[in-house]
């Protein structure tokens, strides 16, 4: 059983934040969420703790914005005293080739995905760097690892959040900080109903082959589970429908 008692989840009121955020309070974490929607955040966090009975704090917030992060930080530490794991998830995707690309859509990918992450990421550190712990899991993607026709713009906001991390695991690692980027393949959530285009997913057969936000939240709980002086990298992983 973890030591961990708090943790902050971005972009979970549905989707891989939402499984992460019912599998740390079901393990007895108390877990703030955070999103933009404030009925939909709201009922979320309802939902995790009439599952699991343990306190779970929704705050409605852009990661887009940085003083929205700083708030959240603030609202996260009030309640809970500390944050032991922070989960930079919100993102986006739209896609289409680069020609009939809108870059308009490019900024908007880089600033939910990448300085989405880079801003929760800066408001959470001095917190962690006063408590001398904690774990940042960045859910990144498959993407994060390698480009894609049609996703040139997602993943580059994916690429500039690997190396945005990789520079952050760096600077803290001596401080008791870990920082995990984690690149899942496909993940059945509400993304794909979402994105601005029907695909078919080269090598996948549709969307009941693909992982399960619980499947995701299985590598988030093996970082945290993992003894204090070992630490995972980066994960790339995926379901066995699929290649990367
Ligand atoms: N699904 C996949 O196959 C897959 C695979 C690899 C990686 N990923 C990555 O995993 C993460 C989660 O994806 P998902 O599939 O769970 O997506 P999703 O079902 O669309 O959920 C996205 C969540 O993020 C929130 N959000 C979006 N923009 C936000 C912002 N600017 N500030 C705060 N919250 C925001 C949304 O709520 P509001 O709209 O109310 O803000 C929602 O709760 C993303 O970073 C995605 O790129 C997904």
Redesign the pocket.
Known sequence: MTQVKSALV?????????GVALRLAQEGIQTAI????GR??EQASKKITDITGTQTLAIV????IYSDCLSAVDAVVKKFGAIDVLVP?????IIGSIAESDPADWAMMME??YL?TAHIVKAALPVMQKQGSGDVIA????GGTKGYPEWSGYCASKWAVMGFMDSFAQEVIAQGIRVSTLC????D????D?LNKDINRAGSEGRSK?MS?ADVAEMVMLQVNLPRNVMLKNALFFPTTEWH
């Open positions: 971005t972009g979970a009121s549905r989707g891989i934040g939402f955070v999103g933009r929607d939909r955040i917030g852009d990661v887009a998830n919100a993102g986006i995707g939910t995905n989405g859910i990144v993607s498959a899942p393949g496909g993940v959530t509400a993304f794909w979402d693909l936000p």
